[in-house]
C-alpha cells in the first residue's frame, strides 16, 4: 500500500508513556496534534497492535513526553522494540519521573502533559486515543524532533 500519509511529513515526534499494573512502555509517535485549547486537548493515532495502546486502554491514561535532537538514537531504540519484552528506561538509560496520574515520564525531555484517556475513536488500523490534558511539566526550552522518513530526521 503506498504510504499516502508521507505527504505530511516531517512530522513532529512525541514520545507517549503509559503504564497498566506493573507494565510499562514508552512509544515514539509521530501522529500527534492538538484537538482543542479550551479544554486543552490532544489526540494521538496509535497502531490496534502496539503494547502501548493496551497499556492505555487498560489505565486510562498515557502521557506525551516532547524529546529533543539529542535524543534520537533512543527514539529508534523504543520505536523499533515492544514494552512486550523490553525495559525501555533501562535500554535508553532515561530519567524515569513519576507524574501526578502515576504515569513514568521521560526526565530527559523538554516538557510532559499528561493526560485521561477521555475517548478512544477506531479508525482502520489505528485508533485515535483523545486525551484530556490533566498536568503540563515545562522543563527546559530545547529544539524538537521531527521524523522525515523511517529513521531519518531533522530537528526545528
Ligand atoms: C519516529 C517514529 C514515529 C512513530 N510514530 C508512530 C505513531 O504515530 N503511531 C504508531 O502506532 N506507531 C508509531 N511508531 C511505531 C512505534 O513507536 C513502534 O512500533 C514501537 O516499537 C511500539 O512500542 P510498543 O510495542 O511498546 O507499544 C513510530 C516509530 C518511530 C520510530
Known amino acids: ?40 486537548m490532544f489526540g ?16 486510562g491514561r498515557f502521557a506525551i513526553n516532547i524529546p529533543t535532537p539529542e535524543m534520537k538514537e533512543g527514539i529508534i531504540k523504543c520505536g523499533t522494540t515492544s514494552g512486550r519484552e523490553t525495559d525501555k528506561f533501562a535500554e535508553t538509560g532515561w530519567k524515569k519521573e ?9 526526565g530527559e525531555c523538554s516538557a510532559s502533559v499528561e493526560c485521561s484517556l477521555d475517548r478512544e475513536i477506531e479508525t482502520g488500523d489505528h485508533f485515535v486515543l483523545i ?21 531519518e530526521f531533522t530537528e526545528l
Not at 499516502?4 to 496534534?33: G, N, Q
Not at 494521538?44 to 489505565?59: D, P
Not at 507524574?99 to 521521560?106: A, D, E, N, R
Open 98 to 106: 513519576e507524574g501526578k496520574l502515576g504515569i513514568p515520564l521521560v
Open 131 to 151: 486525551g484530556r490534558v490533566e498536568n503540563v511539566i515545562k522543563r527546559k526550552e530545547a529544539k524538537g524532533i521531527y521524523q522525515v522518513a523511517g529513521t
Open 1 to 40: 500500500m503506498e504510504k499516502i500519509y508521507r505527504l505530511l511529513y516531517p512530522m513532529k515526534v512525541v514520545l507517549l508513556t503509559a503504564k497498566h499494573e506493573d507494565k510499562e512502555s514508552i512509544m515514539p509517535a509521530a501522529w500527534c496534534f492538538p484537538l482543542s485549547a479550551d479544554p486543552p
Open 44 to 59: 494521538v493515532s496509535v497502531a490496534k497492535k502496539r503494547f502501548t495502546y493496551s497499556l492505555v486502554k487498560g489505565s
